[in-house]
């Protein structure tokens, strides 16, 4: 589920962590109840800083997406229909933001990325 | 206490070439400080002179509370250190060399030694003489843990070893310390890997601490920007040009440090405008940050 945390990225290590959980939790590939790894697990097997993925776990627990038991470890909540199509729509923003700045940065404009948008997704559609 | 590693205006000479000076560093408990520099910038003289292995010209150096060199064996108890170079004898086995290292440290955990040396794959009977670069990395590593030490000083531990056993090391290191609540104080070159678990940055070069902060800061506060009739002068500007390059007659390229979206305005004043604002990772904030404190050295006239 991690394999896409890139360091280099200038989004900071614990909201990529944060925003992969969110879209797991919000299209039902994490289902509420379950566990999350533990701090120590996710830590070592990310080679990232245990206070990275603390980092990452309070803040969902901040908005409600996970449930932090003492001793027990940190379990998906229930979350809600409307609160789950929320995440959804937000991860689509931020992969689409990350799109135009690549793209701006490639020099391709808006309107040709559109073109080429609805090419491609026309051709995989008729697939 | 809340400082692990106090060091205060270290100075330090070898001959007329090569000097620490004015070095102040703070490790707070807990982190995992990423010890950053080129080759030759002091790195592995300073964690020399951090563990009493040399004595300061002038300055004052705290180890875990104990004074520096003169209390050097009581901080040493509690620290495990990785050398750059394997520092065990080549006729030892590994089995014996964990019983010798054991005999100086009190706290030294069997059980764990024993976990580690069958996760790391070293065979009990394989002489220390013969061991590949990697598999003398892990012992390294795993004799340090096992110690169960308050400190890891480690001196490029995972540097020249293949990339599986780099993630076999640092998983390693990443677990002990969330179990341990231990701090850890890595210098490597390897600059993405520092990436992923440092939370502070020191950046060595010629023997000064070029920088020292927080690396979410560090990763923030530096960045590229395409500046539109850039400014000649730089009359109370709010941020640290690094450097600056032109790309065209219209169009310059400033490296900035301590960057924030509201200094946008300072250019507005001279007619300028920020067109761009680009991140940097890790590794080119640390190049640009190089390449500004050597331009201010020369400008100073120092060295």
Known sequence: MFTDIDPRSPTPIYAQIADRLRLAVASGELKAGTSLPSVRALAARLRVNPATVVQAYRELERDSMVEMRQGAGTFVADVGAETKAHERTAAIKRFVRQMLTEASRLGISPADLRAALGRETSSSESL | ?303
């Open chain 2, 1 to 303: 206490m809340s400082d692990v590693i106090r060091i205060r205006d270290l100075a330090w000479r070898a001959g007329k070439e090569f000097a620490i000076r004015d070095l102040s560093m703070t490790v707070p408990s807990g982190a995992i400080y990423g010890f950053l520099g080129p080759n030759g910038s002091g790195k592995t003289t300073t964690i020399r002179l951090m563990l009493g292995m040399l004595t300061p010209a002038d300055g004052t150096i705290e180890v875990l509370g104990h004074a520096v060199p003169k209390f050097a064996h009581r901080a040493l108890a509690r620290i495990g250190y990785v050398p750059e170079r394997l520092h065990l004898y080549q006729s030892l086995t590994v089995d014996e060399s964990i019983r010798y290292h054991r005999a100086f440290f009190p706290g030294f955990d069997d059980a764990e030694a024993e976990r580690l040396r069958r996760h790391f794959s070293l065979r009990e009977d394989q002489p220390i003489g013969r061991l590949s670069k990697g598999e003398s990395g892990k012992l390294m590593m795993m004799l340090a843990l096992a110690q169960r030490p308050e400190l890891l000083v480690l001196d490029e531990p995972t540097d020249g070893l293949d990339p599986v056993i780099r993630r076999e090391v640092l998983s390693a290191l990443v677990e002990y310390v969330e179990v341990q609540k231990a701090t850890v104080f890595i210098s490597s070159h390897l600059v993405h890997e520092q990436e992923r678990i440092c939370d502070w940055v020191g950046v060595m070069d010629g023997g000064r601490m070029v920088a020292e902060l927080p690396m979410q800061e560090f990763r923030s506060g530096i960045k590229r920007l395409r500046v539109a009739n850039a400014p000649g002068t730089m009359d109370a500007a709010p941020f640290a040009l690094l450097s600056r390059e032109a790309l065209n007659p219209q169009l310059d390229e400033w490296v900035v440090r301590g960057w924030q979206p509201e200094m946008r305005e300072w250019f507005g004043r001279s007619g300028a405008e920020v067109r761009d604002v680009y991140d940097l990772d890790l590794e080119d904030s640390f190049v640009e940050l190089l390449r500004g404190a050597r331009a201010t050295t020369i400008a100073n006239g120092a060295n």
